[in-house]
């Protein structure tokens, strides 16, 4: 994990922000409470990783951009299974997706429109999380996989993956 030492969080109306000194775009996290339950389910989890050190990356499949078969590509961190509602913005304009797998480097999405190809820029917001600059390295009609340009804050995909992802809801 890279720790940032001009990351800083602010709160503001009942709402928690996160703000780098470098210039990065804000990002806001969510209500106070929310954030402070991501938090220390963060810290649990590092904690535990730390015990379990040593433990190699996982593999997954994703698909390739130009053939359309699966390669293995080797993950440096946990991909997330979920559903959060996405917006997506590139240069035809904005619409909202499906997000249906997160990690803190990309994610994966449905969009059906068929406008966005391998090496767009996009920004796109996961939830209320955002706005997320990346760069689309597959598409697998209907499925697109994108790269942020910025890791997320593994404080920030908790908070993604405790509040917004569809799935945990009754």
Known sequence: MMIEK???FLSHDGEVWAHWLSGRPSVKLGGVAEFLTAMEVYRKRS???RKAAGEGASAGQDPD???GQKVSISRIEERFDLTVIGKVFAVGGSREVTILDLSERGCKFRDA???LDAEDR?????GPVGPIEAVV???QDPMIGI????????????HIRLNHD????S
């Open 113 to 115: 429109t068929g406008k």
């Open 6 to 8: 001009d990351l800083y």
């Open 47 to 49: 904690e535990d990783a």
């Open 166 to 169: 569809l799935r945990g809801r």
């Open 122 to 126: 996009v920004t796109v917001k996961i």
């Open 137 to 139: 390295r597959w598409r």
């Open 147 to 158: 790269e942020f340009c910025n890791p997320l804050y593994p404080s920030v995909m908790e």
């Open 65 to 67: 951009s130009e053939s």
